[in-house]
């Protein structure tokens, strides 16, 4: 894995000698945040040594390199998901690579089903915690200490600094922001009435199928981490709606601008 990043990273270093210091992950329907960025380089997947492709419908599969202010960015216009049968390896390959082309502060985007009862479809859900119930560990197997610690420290996995900055981010911009558990299941199917109801057992605000991979291994090479979710659908016996992916899409689209401003800010001014 050292040496596939590692080649991975001269590929990139050898194109562009630009050094992100954010690396950002969006999520379904949030790719327009790309429009934020002056872009000084584009990078299809297709091109980079060792990269997956992403296959989901409105996921674009490149790196995008530029500036947001006075600030480098890379961005990862579409992500890799487990349910497209990528290994969790696979999967968080590209938070590896980040990190050695320069990243110290990743920012992740997602759309998430809610089951906390104060959600509504559109709301926005700064992710405080999670909790990982996906079936397999991007750190299972021969632990690389030149990437980090056999056991990893979860006590904060998001950045409470960055959170309590968003938060002042979204006062300031009166831009209504929940704060939430995010609980991370395999899918690629949406949850049953019951698994809605086991994820708010269990504690979570809300439910999605990505994440949890890229900030756990974000976490192992001690990144900086920031997630967003989007609530594209509510999870409970009185709203329990047949969920499309569709749907999903056109309510992330909604949310866009506001996620889109909120992490802007947060770039500009952390
Ligand atoms: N469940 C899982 N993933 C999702 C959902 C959901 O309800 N909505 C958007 N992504």
Not at 237 to 252: C, G, P
């Amino acid at each position: 894995m050292w040496e596939l990043v590692q080649e991975t990273v001269n590929y990139i270093k050898n194109k562009t000698n630009f050094t992100p210091e954010y690396g950002v992950i969006l999520g379904s329907g949030l790719g327009s945040f790309t429009d934020d960025i002056q872009i000084t380089f584009t990078l299809p997947y297709s091109e980079i040594p060792n990269f997956p492709v992403s296959t989901v419908e409105g996921h674009k599969g490149a790196l995008v390199f530029g500036t947001i202010g006075d600030k480098n960015v890379v961005a990862m216009q579409g992500r890799f998901h487990y349910y497209e049968g990528y290994s969790m390896q696979e999967v968080t390959f590209p938070v590896r690579v980040m990190k050695y082309i320069g990243v110290t502060k990743l920012i992740v985007s997602n759309a998430s089903g809610g089951v906390n009862p104060n959600y509504k479809v559109g709301s926005i859900a700064i992710i405080k915690d999670h909790i990982n119930m996906m079936p397999e560990h991007p750190l299972r197997g021969k632990n690389d200490s030149r990437f980090g610690p056999r056991f990893v420290n979860m006590s904060e996995p998001y950045s409470l600094a960055m959170i309590a900055k968003v938060k002042a981010i979204a006062q300031a911009e009166g831009i209504e922001v929940h704060d939430g558990v995010y609980l991370g299941l395999q899918g690629p199917t949406f949850e049953t009435l019951h698994e809605y109801k086991m994820v708010k057992v269990v504690g979570a605000d809300c439910v999605g199928m990505s994440t949890v991979p890229e900030v756990i291994v974000a976490r192992h090479m001690e990144l900086e981490t920031f997630g967003i979710s989007v609530i594209t659908d509510i999870g409970s016996e009185e709203h329990l709606e047949s969920i499309t992916h569709e749907e999903v899409l056109k309510a992330a689209k909604a949310a866009e601008p506001k996620v889109r401003l909120l992490i802007k800010e947060l770039i500009r001014q952390y």
